[in-house]
């Protein structure tokens, strides 16, 4: 069972008091996408053995959600950020790669 | 024969002698025993009966790794079985039946089974029970579970009389393991300021050293760990416990501790187990190491032990397993036990070492105290039944043909080496280096266990991490099979894991079938598969295995270890969470006077719910039936608390539900109410209910009763991470009010009744409106809306005043005859009406145009959740299964889920379907059965008959029909 | 007004703790821009108090203040007051994107005092209450329910919870602080 730092109230807690929201950083195509843009948004996950973006939202703490880099296979967690973030911070990518020279990076 | 020292044990209290029963008979013990001590010191040798064959087995060890010495313990609700006698203490009344016998421990007749021992090789099960197929469930499957499994499980209607916890800890540092290693940690970790907590399985501490007389910084082992836990106990930042054991390492940290608080002391008022959920920044496993036995045939025989724990129950306990204790070895270690029984009294008549001329200290020590030592000799084998009577010894470099000596004893101290206790740093990754000159894996510290920094979080100190100490004694000799060249007979005499009755013969068998993984191997004999989970044997046993294939020991590699350590209670696993508050029940503001009224729950969420309220005599068909004619007739009262209220408000609430909700919601003026639907991003329906609009910029959604928080966190979801810059605030008021339903077309006379400031009449309060203000005294806030048809005003008044408002409204009523109605009354009316229930009608792939809903999806709106999903090809297909009424032709009521047959098969091969019933009822409103169902193009056959399957496989008729049964122009909810 | 009742009517226990339910209790969320100057005055207004800091609660003149997410706050005044505080808050906040709701009924509200306190509330609650200070508090779960706490003085705490669960939750207490139970762990 995972230990999580929330970042939206500095939190740190185990993950019963989480709850997991899937991939991160997913872009929402609506009405008038195409067809391979809504598949991929509804459906296509990355699931990597690695370095993974995924959403989390402190559910039974002050409710917020936050996004969070994590590696699926060592568990390691290389930080959290708010959920208004488009793309991975600078600062976190770069411990990524620190700690995780073979990873190929966010795309 | 085992037997008490008449001097000595410096756990026990002879002055405090305590009487316990083993299979009824009444035995001695003294206060500090382990039951096994005490079984061992009352002359029990034999205390239980093996897995396959019956063998009469005795006690091996001294601790957590005993493999043997299981039985029931306790009578009635706090009856156990399996109970370990090597970590149970003794206590006075301690009731202990042996397990695994029919009809008694002495004379059992499954023990054929050890005649018959050729026919039960490895792999038995999988081979012999295959064939017939039909003969399993009738004829195999009942002999086995007669003969074979480990003690009984208590009665289906027996509940655990004690109680259990949980507690939460969180530390820098834990420490497993109480011994001089782990102690030392400790007071290194404490001293740095560390919070730390310490743990130790047993009741004692200090571990082997306080047993063999060692000295620690140059002062006896028991006075040094004495000192040292006086100062950790008096350091606020250090909690000790002891009788409390690691059963687990798990991610970031997390470790389980299972602590025996009362086992020791039954019909104390205490919980008896508390399990520990500790958050450790770092995990110090100094769990010691466990000897292995050695494998040589006979040696499951009871009195064949340990060397440590033969030494553990004459220092600890002053029981000795028998008067001539025959010695055997491939290292010093249990030259120490031979010193100790000598010392006690105890004859051992010869010590037989694997090696040739082995010179350490303490052999010389031996020697001296004139011990003989019979080197590069090996056990051919034990002799005797239910106990020991001699070995015959020959050369250990031999088949064992020739017996070069009998030599007559009552017990046999082993000892094969040690194997260090790796199990907490191995459960969560952490990996192994097999140490060739111990014969043993211990941690590899290049590759530890990885916490959520990235970093090792577990060290192994001590004997846990292959130190041994031992720094000037020869080295060991690794002895797998004893003697060297053993053949087939004596191998298939060896026992490696006595629990499971897995033998030598056996794995060597499984390697020639062609089973070259270890954890293949594993569940094919089934070595290490029993409660002790292998802790004796794995090691004797995948060095057997490599043997057989060929290939070193590492390359062959462990088992993966699993937590727990050892067994915990499911009642530690389930902690407080039982009886009353085995899971949340939420209850209404009304609650208590629906229990007092009679009501029939219906389990919604954690939500209860009156179902009905049967009066005497009444069965529940016959209650729904009297509840529904009266609001259909008169007016009635529904709790309708448990429905979702949600507040959202700021200056782009109506945008927001535009995306929110399929129908336009921005349109709505304030004062009004509409009926909506909210779908996920497929299009499918995912909750539904009525919104008003409270002002320009605030509206309170109504969701379904098991939506509320799940509707709650979907529209957080969407604010936080989508639309983060809109100005929206969402406030879950569901519990803020209660809320009652006054349905029937009485229902505004009886609100009329009450009073207050709110003009009921239908010119001034329309339906689908609402207002707010006083019925009597009481502030409401009240909906016209209807979920039955009928005359209905849906009433919020605060959560704290719902029960004296809905007695002031049953007092208003009287005259009406009013009565409360359940969810099934609710639910029958809805059908009535011909009104969807998410839930029922919906099942996660039905979108609202499946129901007729075209209507509240809206065509205006460039997007809402949903829409996108909704244009796929599949969803706009005229093929989809569509909602309609169903009427059976002989009135009979459909069964629920129903599924209407075609001929033929689908693509998947089963029986091609046309339709499905989702809602079906008796109506007493119309005296037949109704029902609502998804058919195939359904709409566009109104009046065709198709048939439905009945429970009993017979089909029954009914006709397509508009879904609506009652009142379709809506003219009495409109008045 | 007067046949207003809590969700346990003022119950009482005697075990490691004293446990009661604080009974009516005036409780108003306030969401909106906790750094903005207005919403400040706003609820020094509505109860006198500072607005807290992060997994904070200040107290008032009349009331507290209870800091529950980045956006959100929770006062707590005497029952009688609520609707007025949320007057005050909806008058002082006009313009802002704020929202003020009471949610007096839709909570419950318990005391737990003693020493034995921590040990108690560590049965049910993954906190680390180690440097818990007087006035700190933080929302967890109890056992299998949302609730939140807070450390009122040295030894006495408060813990919020759905109305629903009122029962649920004082079962759940009342269990864990039986007489024998005692743990050790924070009070030796």
Wanted: proline share 5%.
């Amino acid at each position: 069972m995972l230990l999580l730092t929330c970042p939206c109230c500095g939190v740190t807690a185990e993950e019963t008091e989480f709850a997991n929201g899937g991939e991160a950083h997913l872009k929402r195509f609506g009405p008038g996408s195409s067809d391979a843009d809504y598949e991929a948004y509804m459906f296509n996950r990355k699931n990597p053995r690695g370095v993974h973006f995924e959403r989390w939202r402190h559910a039974y703490g002050c409710g917020k959600w936050f996004l969070m880099a994590r590696d699926t296979m060592t568990l390691e967690v290389y930080g959290a950020y708010p959920a208004q973030t488009t793309e991975p911070p600078a600062e976190i990518v770069a411990k990524i790669k620190a700690r995780r020279p073979e990873w190929e990076g966010y795309k | 024969m085992s037997y008490r020292l008449a001097t000595g044990g410096r756990l026990i209290d002879r002055s405090r002698p305590l009487d316990f029963t083993f299979n009824g008979k009444t035995l001695r013990g003294f206060a500090g025993d382990t039951l096994a001590a005490a079984l061992l010191g009352a002359g029990q040798t034999l205390v239980g009966r093996s897995f396959k064959y019956h063998r009469p087995r005795g006690i091996v060890a001294s601790g957590a790794e005993e493999p043997n010495a299981l039985v029931g313990m306790g009578e009635g609700q706090r009856f156990e079985p399996n109970q370990r006698t090597t970590t149970t203490e003794l206590f006075s009344g301690l009731k202990a039946v042996s397990q695994n016998h029919w009809p008694s421990l002495d004379f059992d007749i499954g023990a054929v089974n050890a005649k018959l021992w050729r026919f039960f090789p490895a792999g038995f099960y999988y081979k012999m029970f295959i064939h017939p197929r039909s003969f399993w469930k009738h004829v195999y499957e009942p002999i086995v579970r007669q003969s074979a499994g480990l003690g009984k499980a208590p009665d289906a209607e027996t509940r655990d009389a004690d109680r259990y916890e949980q507690f939460y800890a969180h530390c820098d540092v834990l420490v497993a393991g109480g011994g001089i290693a782990g102690l030392t940690a400790a007071r290194a970790a404490a001293a740095e300021g560390k919070r730390v907590i310490v743990i130790e399985q047993a009741a004692h501490w200090g571990g082997r050293a306080v047993v063999d007389g060692a000295e620690v910084e140059g002062q006896p082992a028991a006075g040094w760990v004495e000192a040292v836990l006086g100062d950790l106990h008096a350091n606020p930042a250090v909690t000790v416990l002891n009788r409390t054991m690691a059963a687990g390492v798990h991610d970031h940290g997390y470790v389980l501790a299972y602590q025996r608080v009362a086992d020791h002391e039954p019909g104390a008022d205490k919980p008896r187990h508390r399990l520990w959920r500790v958050r450790a920044g770092h995990v110090i496993a100094a769990t010691g190491a466990i000897e292995r036995p050695l494998s040589f045939a006979g040696n499951d025989l009871p009195g064949v032990m340990l060397a440590a724990a033969v030494r553990d129950y004459v220092v600890n306990w002053a029981v000795s397993p028998g008067k001539r204790v025959v010695v055997v070895t491939n290292n010093d270690d249990a030259y120490r036990t031979a010193l100790a029984l000598h010392a006690a009294g105890v004859a051992v008549p010869v010590i037989i070492d694997a090696r040739t001329e082995p010179r350490g200290a303490l052999v010389e020590q031996a020697r001296a105290a004139g011990l003989r030592v019979a080197d590069g000799m090996a056990v051919r084998s034990v002799k005797g039944g239910k106990a020991v009577t001699g070995v015959e010894l020959c050369r250990f470099d031999s088949d064992g043909g020739a017996v070069a000596e009998t030599i007559a004893c009552d017990a046999v101290a082993m000892s094969g080496g040690w194997s260090p206790v790796v199990h907490l740093w191995s459960h969560c990754g952490g990996k192994l280096l097999w140490d060739e000159a111990g014969a043993f894996f211990r941690p590899d510290p290049s590759r530890p266990p990885l916490g959520r920094d990235g970093q090792g979080f577990v060290t192994c100190t001590g004997a846990a991490n292959g130190d041994l100490g031992d720094t000037d004694a020869a080295p060991m000799m690794p002895v797998w099979m004893m003697p060297a060249k053993a053949d087939y007979l004596l191998r298939a005499k060896m026992w490696l894991d006595p629990q499971n009755d897995v033998k030598v013969s056996d794995v060597q068998l499984a390697a020639k079938e062609g089973y070259a993984s270890v954890e293949h191997t594993k569940r094919y004999t089934t070595l290490g598969m029993a409660t002790d989970q292998g802790k004796l044997s794995n090691i004797n046993g995948l060095a057997i295995l490599s043997d057989a294939l060929g290939q070193p020991i590492p390359q062959t590699g462990t088992t993966t270890f699993r937590p727990p350590y050892t067994p915990i209670s499911l009642g530690a696993i389930a902690g407080e969470a039982r009886g009353p508050i085995f899971q949340p029940l939420r209850r209404t503001p009304m609650h208590a006077w629906h229990e007092a009224n009679g009501a029939h729950w219906e389990p919604v969420g954690q939500w209860r719910r009156p179902y009905c309220y049967p009066r005497d005599g009444e069965s529940h068909g016959h209650a729904v039936s009297r509840e529904i004619t009266q609001v259909r007739g008169s007016v009635g009262l529904l709790d309708a608390s448990t429905l979702g209220k949600l507040l959202v408000t700021g200056p782009d609430a109506a945008k927001f539900l535009d995306m929110l909700y399929t129908n336009m919601m921005s349109t709505l003026k304030p004062g009004k109410c509409r009926y909506g639907l909210m779908c996920n991003e497929n299009g499918f329906l995912s909750d539904d209910g009525v919104v008003a609009r409270l002002d320009d910029q605030t509206f309170l959604c109504h969701t379904t009763s098991g939506g509320a928080d799940r509707i709650h966190a979907w529209m957080e979801d969407w604010l936080q991470c989508e639309w983060w810059d809109w100005k929206v605030h969402v406030v879950n008021l569901t519990e803020e009010y209660a809320q009652i339903a006054v349905v029937g077309p009485n229902a505004r006379k009886v609100l009329e009744k009450l009073g207050g400031d709110i003009d009921l009449s239908k010119e001034a309060f329309p339906f689908m409106d609402w207002r707010e203000g006083r019925l009597g005294k009481f502030r409401a806030r009240v909906f016209r809306i209807s979920f039955s048809g009928e005359l209905s005003y849906e009433i919020a008044v605060p959560a704290s005043e719902g029960q004296a408002f809905w007695d002031a409204l049953m007092q208003a009523g009287a005259e009406f005859g009013m009565m409360p109605y359940g969810t099934e009354a609710l639910h029958v009316m809805r059908a009535e009406k011909g009104f969807i229930m998410i839930g029922d009608e919906t099942d996660g792939t039905v979108i609202p145009q499946d129901l007729g809903l075209d209507w509240a999806v809206s065509k205006k709106k460039p997007d809402f959740l949903g829409k996108r999903g909704m244009e796929r090809p599949a969803m706009t297909s005229a093929d989809r299964w569509k909602l309609v009424g169903l009427e059976t032709l002989d009135g009979s009521v459909l069964a629920d889920g129903a599924l209407a047959p075609l001929p033929g098969k689908n693509v998947n091969g089963q029986q091609e379907t046309q339709g499905r019933v989702t809602s079906t009822y008796f109506s007493p409103t119309l005296g037949r059965g109704i029902a609502m169902g998804l058919v195939h193009r359904g709409p566009e056959r109104m009046g065709e008959v198709i048939a439905f399957q009945t429970e009993s496989g017979g089909r029954v008729e009914a006709r397509i029909v508009d879904p609506c049964f009652y009142d379709k122009a809506g003219e009495k909810q409109n008045v | 007004m007067s046949e207003a009742v809590s969700a346990l009517n003022g119950a009482h226990f005697a075990g490691l703790v004293d446990l009661a339910e604080a009974g009516l209790k005036g409780m108003v969320t306030l969401r909106g821009d906790l750094s903005s100057p207005a919403l400040a005055a706003a609820v020094k207004a509505a109860t006198g108090a500072a607005v807290p800091a992060v997994r904070r609660i200040e107290a008032g003149a009349s009331g507290q203040a209870a800091w529950m997410s980045p956006d959100e706050l929770l006062l707590i005044t005497p029952y009688a007051r609520a609707g007025a505080v949320v007057e005050i808050l909806r008058r002082e906040l006009a313009g802002e994107f704020a929202t003020a709701a009471d949610v007096s009924d839709a909570r419950a509200l318990f005391k737990i005092r003693g020493p034995q306190a921590r040990d108690v509330l560590a049965k049910i609650c993954p906190v680390d209450f180690t440097g818990f200070a007087v006035g700190e508090l933080r929302r967890t779960r109890a056992a299998q329910v949302a609730a939140a706490l807070w450390r009122e003085s040295e030894d006495e705490w408060r813990l919020v919870c759905f109305r629903s669960v009122a029962q649920y939750v004082w079962d759940l207490l009342a269990t864990v602080s039986a007489p024998g139970g005692e743990v050790g762990f924070y009070h030796r």
